[in-house]
């Protein structure tokens, strides 16, 4: 079956600029997570939702990272007014449930956002 | 606050050779360690998780709780093990099962 997919895949905005990342999880998922990934460092956790509740957004940078999940699918991550340092591979992953003890989490290919 | 910690940036071995990918970690409560794989071109996969106890693809990691450790081995690198290796903990309890990874590490295998 089809795993995680994001798009764009790739993405290159002006300073300044408004950005929306999208995020298909595999169906029936509950957890859905957001990573961001700069150049030679690993994935670093932004935000996670169960079902359609943002449960955790400690990761988020700043204000100007929105994330949102309406219906419990599929999942936005907005940027606003982008700056050079929000250049990076932002990863989308999800689980089955939310249960302690962990389903795995699959990963989307990522979305690289270069911002000029 | 949870961390981990790896190292060393490349391994770079020869096909057969022993492989050690070292990792650390902190943390206060009861972790669930993982290894993540990265192949060239292909997304961030599970490789295994110190709770199933599994070897996968020849490797396989010991949680050691003393030295807050959780290095992946492999007794015979074959080529198809190149790729990037990145090591992640969560907590064990809680619904929020958040990873933090480390910067991860560039494996070579040379023929």
């Known amino acids: 079956g089809a795993g995680v997919s994001q798009s764009p895949r790739y993405k290159v905005a002006k300073r300044g600029q408004d950005v929306a990342l999208r995020c298909d999880p595999i169906s029936g998922h509950v957890s859905l997570f957001w990573y961001q990934q700069a150049l030679g460092q690993g994935p670093e956790f932004l935000t996670y939702?169960?079902?359609?509740?943002?449960?955790?957004k400690s990761g988020l940078p700043s204000d100007r990272f929105f994330a949102e999940r309406p219906e419990g699918s599929v999942s936005t991550l907005k940027i606003q007014r982008t700056q050079q340092e929000d250049s990076a591979v932002y990863l989308c992953?999800?689980?089955?449930?939310?249960?302690?003890?962990?389903?795995?989490?699959?990963f989307g290919p990522g979305t690289r956002l270069t911002v000029l | 606050a949870q961390r981990v910690t790896q190292p060393e940036k490349l391994l770079s071995v020869f096909k057969g050779a022993p492989v050690e990918l070292k990792c650390n970690y902190s943390?206060?409560?009861?972790?669930?360690l993982f290894w993540y794989v990265q192949y060239s071109r292909q997304r961030l996969q599970l490789l295994l998780r110190?709770?199933s106890r599994e070897s996968i693809k020849g490797f396989t990691a010991d949680l050691n709780k003393g030295e807050t450790s959780f290095h992946l081995k492999k007794p015979f690198a074959q080529e198809e093990d190149s790729a990037m290796y990145y090591c992640a903990l969560a907590p064990y309890t809680g619904a929020n099962s958040k990873l933090t990874f480390g910067k991860g590490i560039t494996l070579s295998v040379r023929p």
């Open positions: 943390y206060s409560g009861s972790p669930e």
């Open positions: 110190h709770i």
């Open positions: 992953a999800s689980s089955l449930s939310f249960s302690p003890g962990m389903d795995e989490q699959f």
């Open positions: 939702f169960q079902n359609e509740a943002q449960l955790d």
